[in-house]
């Protein structure tokens, strides 16, 4: 059975962190095959229990729900936090895990040769670590993201990007457990869709300063992130550019250190920004 990404993304033109540009962020959240289906009903389960409209168009969640959808008027304060911590406590009991790669819009591009802007490279920064999990776990996935903005046009020109790296890899990986093209959905129609735009607009609004409504959010997700020899930064999430945030991995996932050519650098490390607060760049 194939495991599955449900992917979507999310942006922040004004983040609140000094020293930060525009940032836009992939995120993804593993699934094993066989906990997809009851990922699914159990979201769908809780968006009843809370009062959510049948109506796909009305009822979809969102992180930051606009005016049209039901949660904005109806589900708010407490009630919406709950409603979150809720959904995110399912991912847990699904065994999921989860990917975000954040990325500064001023910044050059991680794969300069293949991206054609802030959307792609981070996307296919995401494809490399989706790579990495499935070898991790030995096994064979798919990706279903949400349908990207825009017109049909967009959509084609943006899993036409996907299919090329999929098939001729990166710089740093060539996807060999991916097992098609990436697949997209409109997301009101996939609640597993809908959990992954939370958890991926959460992270960004927490990495970004957001201080009011992002940080318990954040702490829930915090759990789910992939990590390797005790690290979260560069692996569960990625603030690209890694030499210019990498302090951040330090005082918000409590990193202590920094891999560079398979070699530990403690953090937080001197000369780079945010060296001795997450609020000084």
């Known amino acids: ?6 992917a979507d993304d999310s942006k922040q033109d004004n983040p609140s962190r000094d020293g930060m540009g525009p940032l836009v962020a992939v995120g993804a959240i593993y699934v094993p095959g066989d906990k997809v289906k009851s990922l699914e009903d159990n979201l769908e389960e ?21 005016r049209e959808l039901w949660m904005h008027d109806n589900l708010t304060g407490e009630d919406r936090e709950n409603f979150f911590l809720e959904a995110i406590n399912q991912l847990i009991d699904c ?8 990325a500064d819009k001023n910044a050059n591009y991680a794969n ?7 959307l792609e490279d981070v996307t296919f920064m995401l494809l490399e670590r989706i790579e990495t999990q499935l070898n991790y776990v030995e096994n064979t996935g798919i990706i279903v993201t949400d349908r990207p903005s825009g017109g049909r046009s967009d959509e084609d020109k943006f899993l036409q990007s996907c299919l090329e790296t999929i098939t001729s ?21 996939i609640r597993c869709l809908q959990i992954a735009d939370v958890v991926t607009s959460a992270s960004l609004a927490f990495i970004s300063g957001e201080d009011r409504y992002s940080p318990k959010i954040f702490a829930a997700i915090k759990p789910l992130l992939n990590s390797k020899d ?3 930064g560069g692996i569960g999430i990625k ?4 030499y210019k945030y990498r302090n951040l991995y330090y005082w918000l996932l409590n990193d202590k250190y920094y891999y560079k050519n398979n070699v530990g650098i403690p953090l937080p490390e001197s ?10 760049p």
Request: proline share 9%; net charge positive; with cysteine.
């Open 1 to 6: 059975m194939l495991d599955v990404f449900f």
């Open 46 to 66: 809780i968006c009843k229990q809370y009062g959510f409209p049948s109506d796909p168009v009305k009822g979809e969640f969102k992180w930051s729900p606009g």
């Open 95 to 102: 065994e999921s895990k989860v990917t975000i790669v954040i």
């Open 112 to 118: 300069s040769t293949k991206a054609n802007n802030s």
């Open 169 to 189: 890899g990166t710089k740093f990986v060539k996807p060999q457990r991916i097992a098609v093209n990436v697949l997209s959905s409109p997301s009101k129609l």
């Open 230 to 232: 005790e690290r979260i």
């Open 239 to 242: 603030i690209h550019p890694d």
């Open 271 to 280: 000369g780079c920004a945010y060296e001795n607060s997450p609020l000084n």
